[in-house]
């Protein structure tokens, strides 16, 4: 019964390599969000996406992108992967008319070497 | 960008004290929330704040939305040692998706 679920829970990888995160939500959110938080917990958006847009943070590097296969999935895929993106990655939706309330997964611990 | 300056940083109190933690920001929110999140786990959100002067709570838990909609306080009654977290404030603006994160209020209890 799990509301918000990300996979994989950790993952650890070379620097250069391309990987992809899942999530994945059964709320029937219309939104979904991917937040960066690093070492020092400070947590920022990364983008959030709904079926008739992709809002983009400026800041977020072009070798991020936010793939949907359908309304329950974002994923999240990175290539070149670089020393400083390791952080954890957390997925979120939330319902249409309260886009503020928003459900966070678990997580996802990437760590580059 | 928007920034929002959460404090303190840290508490250290004693098992039953009560906890005041709050978040100012130089623009203004539509909405205000206070999350919290365990080791090893995402955020959870405690309280949701619509209205400027609105105060809201949820069991040991009170919240407000500044008049100037430009900060937000959170406190904990009679805390326990199930509060032990990592508290955030976050602020949402008009048509922004994203939410706005403060850099988050660590709340340690002591036995």
């Known amino acids: 019964d799990t509301a918000v679920s990300q996979t994989p829970k950790y993952l650890v990888t070379q620097m250069g390599n391309d990987k992809s995160i899942k999530c994945e939500q059964n709320l029937g959110h219309d939104t979904m969000y991917w937040y960066k938080q690093d070492s020092k917990k400070f947590l920022k958006i990364m983008f959030s996406y709904n079926n008739k847009e992709l809002i983009i943070n400026e800041t977020v590097p072009n070798r991020f992108s936010p793939k949907s296969p359908d309304k329950a999935h974002l994923n999240l895929h990175i290539n070149s992967l670089e020393l400083g993106d390791s952080a954890v990655y957390f997925c979120?939706?939330?319902?249409?008319?309260?886009?503020?309330?928003?459900?966070f997964g678990p997580g996802t611990r990437l760590l580059v070497l | 960008g928007q920034q929002l300056n959460q404090s303190p940083q840290s508490m250290f109190i004693q098992e039953g004290e009560d906890v005041s933690m709050n978040c100012t920001s130089s623009s203004i929110f539509n909405t205000w929330l206070w999350y919290k999140q365990d080791p090893g786990e995402g955020p959870v959100l405690l309280i949701a704040?619509?209205?400027?002067?609105e105060l809201t709570s949820n069991g040991r838990l009170t919240a407000q939305f500044g008049i100037t909609r430009k900060d937000s306080f959170l406190n904990i009654s009679a805390s326990i040692p199930s509060d032990v977290g990592i508290y955030f404030c976050a602020g949402r603006s008009g048509g922004a998706d994203g939410l706005t994160f403060g850099k988050g209020t660590h709340l340690i209890i002591q036995p």
């Open positions: 979120a939706s939330s319902p249409a008319g309260a886009r503020e309330t928003q459900y």
């Open positions: 704040l619509y209205k400027a002067g």
